[in-house]
């Protein structure tokens, strides 16, 4: 655990602010829910919680059949980090924080395609530039946008089509529904 230096008081009604740095660097947002931890020796951690989290081997096995099916490599996030990988070498993405992009494209709710002739880039995770995703579909749960279901591009940047987006749609669409009970 690293020391901010900050300090912060309780106030009268038992809150504390999380500093603007700190949610900033966190992407914390306001409405985002938070995970309350305690140690025995008087430590409280504050955790973004995850709901899709909670799937963790679930995903991975959903990712695996979406790479498996498609031909391309998959991935799942929430809305920070990478949480399931298949197709290509887990280590290089999961649990890494995923890109402003990405999650400019779950915050619009709108699932994006792209094809062999476009050259846009959509980078998934900060600070690697090796994968881009060719089809990004948003987990919308009770209304809000919990992650995303992508497929990448391969070197070739070959025409990832509709099948692939309906694939990676359907699975978006199931997940957020596992989600809301």
């Not at 709710?109 to 994968?131: C, F, H, M």
């Not at 391969?154 to 989600?179: C, H, I, P, W, Y």
């Amino acid at each position: 655990m690293k020391a901010t230096g900050i300090v912060r008081r309780i106030d009268d009604l038992g809150r504390v602010v999380i500093p603007k740095e700190i949610r900033r660097t966190m992407r914390i947002r306001e409405g985002d829910p938070l995970e309350i931890f305690t140690e025995r020796d008087g430590e409280v951690i504050f955790k973004k919680y995850s709901p899709i989290g909670e799937l963790g081997s679930f995903a991975l096995q959903y990712a695996e059949t979406l790479s498996k099916t498609s031909g391309y490599p998959a991935i799942i996030t929430d809305k920070d980090s990478i949480i399931a990988v298949s197709g290509i070498s887990k280590r290089e993405l999961t649990e890494k924080k995923i890109s402003l992009d990405l999650e400019q494209i779950m915050q619009d709710k709108t699932p994006i395609l792209v094809n062999a002739n476009d050259t846009r880039n959509i980078p998934v995770a900060e600070g690697v530039d090796k994968y881009n995703a060719s089809v990004v579909c948003p987990i919308i749960s009770e209304g809000d946008s919990i992650g995303a279901v992508a497929f990448l591009l391969d070197e070739t940047r070959s025409n990832v089509g509709e099948v692939e987006a309906k694939l990676a749609q359907s699975a978006a669409v199931f997940l957020g529904r596992q989600m809301e009970g």
